[in-house]
């Protein structure tokens, strides 16, 4: 309980550290507020857009296209991670053509997503989509690919199916490395939303952000990436209990440096 403590209190010290130096950094002139604002403006500026109700509609729409794009790409490279880690002939032949899809840029996607599903939500979530996806699937092959070759051999001998495998070996073994994934995959599923938005929208978190770049108001855009940050946190936390739920048979790492 103490180290939990002294961890949030670091923590909330690094935050205050930050803003401080963001305040007299415009104070003293080293920060021209025309281009960086002040944190005090930024806080009520995204309190006002709340109180006032404005920002709710596009931090809706924003949530369903983050949402959508998170569970259909962790969803899809999960099950996709699973099935070709155990054909290895299938996974040789389309190995170079993951990597190379991979390895394109997004961004580039995005109009040709806009052409095929319109300006509504789908084209954003279709982004997202192809960001979570290759994050979880690589993690979760990779997991699955971990297993030692001694205990498939002895659960082979011990007269386990290939079902008794996925749920006593195979699964046990990948969460671990799917959880791990889908920790980063929460944030590029907003990014994706928000990018989407950002090229081409009527409405969202990223079109608000654009907007308000467009008319130089830097404070806007601030406000809208502190609004992305603490949406991206209260997601992840709701991944974390998850994780804690399905993963209660893990070990906990020994504490080390701070003793409670």
């Known amino acids: 309980m103490r180290s939990r403590f002294v961890l ?22 080293y920060l021209d507020p025309f281009f960086f604002s002040r944190p005090w403006d930024v806080l009520v500026r995204t309190w006002n857009d709340f109180v006032s109700g404005v920002i709710w509609r596009h931090l809706w729409i924003t949530l369903v296209e983050t949402i959508l794009a998170f569970v259909i790409g962790s969803v899809g490279g999960v099950l996709a991670g699973f099935w070709l880690a155990r054909r290895e002939l299938l996974s040789a032949v389309f190995q170079p053509y993951l990597k190379a899809v991979n390895a394109m840029p997004r961004v580039v996607l995005a109009p040709i997503f806009a052409l095929w599903f319109g300006l509504g939500i789908w084209s954003k979530v279709a982004l997202g989509v192809t960001l979570v996806f290759f994050i979880v699937f690589f993690a979760v092959f990779q997991g699955v690919k971990e297993v030692s070759p001694v205990l498939v051999a002895n659960a082979r001998m011990l007269g ?31 990014v994706g939303a928000v990018v989407g938005e950002y ?25 809208g990436m502190l ?34």
């Open 8 to 29: 949030t209190f670091w923590q909330i010290l690094v935050l205050l550290g930050f803003l401080l130096f963001w305040h007299f950094g415009g104070v003293f002139g």
């Open 160 to 190: 386990m199916n290939e079902r008794q495998m996925l749920r006593h070996l195979y699964l046990p073994a990948a969460l671990s490395w799917m959880f791990a994934s889908l920790h980063t995959a929460v944030g590029f599923a907003l």
């Open 199 to 223: 090229l081409g929208s009527a409405a969202g978190l990223g079109y608000r952000i654009q907007q308000a770049e467009g008319s130089f108001d830097v404070t806007g855009v601030f406000s």
């Open 227 to 260: 609004v992305l940050a603490i949406f991206v946190l209260l997601i992840d936390a709701l991944v974390t209990l998850v994780e804690r739920r399905l993963l209660v048979w893990r070990p906990q790492p020994v504490a080390t440096g701070i003793q409670g």
